[in-house]
């Protein structure tokens, strides 16, 4: 199996890939010293990570995350701009994302564009939710869209 690739434990019992104690290959915990997924081969990390040198407030100004970390668990970009699968930022681009600016399938914050955007100002999506938002089914004060539900009405298909 080339490295990197993931493949289910089989069943029975097998070393603990952090304290070497025998446990149960499905167990999702050591109860000996509580790594995750302990039956599981050692996941090599697969993904990409980057950030810049720079920082501002410890907080690099660019942090690019994809895949899984070293524990199996998915990477999560942190930074002034934020690129990944689960992106925080101040300018956040992802799948999952939430920043000043955020833009991803769901994505949360001042101004959002998204599938689903959740926004404290403005939000532009498929489903979009905030005072000032443009979706298919909007959601506001101030909307428009196809099935627009709010205060003011900008446009709407279903009039």
């Not at 690739?5 to 999702?28: F, K, Y």
């Not at 990390?45 to 995350?65: F, Q, S």
């Not at 959740?118 to 099935?147: D, E, K």
Request: proline letters at 8%; charged letters at 10%; one cysteine or more.
């Amino acid at each position: 199996m080339p490295p990197g690739s993931r493949q289910t434990p089989s069943i029975g019992p097998s070393p603990c890939r952090e304290c070497r104690a025998e446990v149960d290959a499905t167990a999702l915990v050591c109860p000996h010293c509580n790594a995750p997924r302990p039956g599981w081969p050692v996941f090599t990390g697969d993904g990409y990570e980057w950030k810049t040198e720079a920082t501002w407030l410890g907080v690099p100004w660019i942090h690019v995350a994809f895949g899984l970390d070293a524990a199996g668990r998915p990477r999560t970009a942190r930074g002034i701009v934020a690129i990944g699968q689960r992106a925080v930022g101040v300018v956040a681009l992802g799948i999952m994302t939430c920043g000043f600016v955020s833009v991803g399938l769901v994505s949360l914050g001042l101004f959002s564009v998204g599938v689903v955007a959740v926004a404290a100002l403005a939000a532009v999506g498929v489903n979009a939710a905030a005072p000032y938002a443009i979706g298919v089914v909007a959601a506001g004060l101030t909307v428009g869209g196809a099935a627009p539900f709010g205060y003011k009405i900008l446009f709407s298909a279903i009039r």
